[in-house]
């Protein structure tokens, strides 16, 4: 299960005084981002890969949260920072004067997931139906506000299988 409307993408972000305008002009570049086991880490290394840049190459630092990687890109220990699209949205008009997003992710599979192990098959369904009816009723409705979401939609199976493509492939 998966919260609706929740997506997230990862943008990789320059310094704006950086003169380089394609990916591809970042090989070997050092890498900035909050954690390694992290999606907005996953989902930046395939979005490289996918661009002809190859991941692999990357040197990497990781600061411990989104603010600290950023501080490392302005200050010029890292030349390419991963982070949440809706990270670098919150950003203070100050900070993100700073930076100049180079690509942004647009895959639409970037959300918080509820996932059960195989060996939980027995409760997927009533687990989806109660999720799913909480909006049907007054306290239902009031339990996700109070979590700032809207409901629960079920990720389609393709979904489910790129996510785990990209943490096997990535993440190990």
Do not use: N
């Amino acid at each position: 299960m998966r919260p609706q409307d929740d997506c997230d993408e990862v943008s990789l972000i320059v310094r704006h005084d950086d003169a380089r305008a394609a990916l591809a002009d970042f090989a070997g570049a050092q890498v900035a981002t909050a954690l390694e086991r992290s999606f907005v880490f996953v989902l930046g290394r395939f979005f490289c890969d996918e661009c002809g840049l190859d991941s692999a190459g990357l040197p990497r630092r990781f600061a411990g949260s989104e603010i600290a990687a950023l501080k490392m890109l302005l200050s010029g220990q890292a030349e390419l920072l991963f982070m949440s699209s809706r990270g670098h949205e919150r950003l203070s008009a100050l900070a993100r004067a700073g930076t100049r997003v180079l690509e942004r992710s647009e895959t639409r599979v970037a959300s918080h997931l509820l996932l059960l192990h195989p060996a939980c098959q027995a409760l997927v369904q009533p687990l989806r139906e109660a999720l799913t009816g909480l909006a049907q009723h007054d306290k239902g409705r009031q339990a996700l506000r109070d979590l700032g979401m809207h409901g629960w939609d079920v990720p389609a199976p393709e979904e489910v299988e790129m996510l785990l493509m990209l943490y096997r492939r990535y993440a190990g």
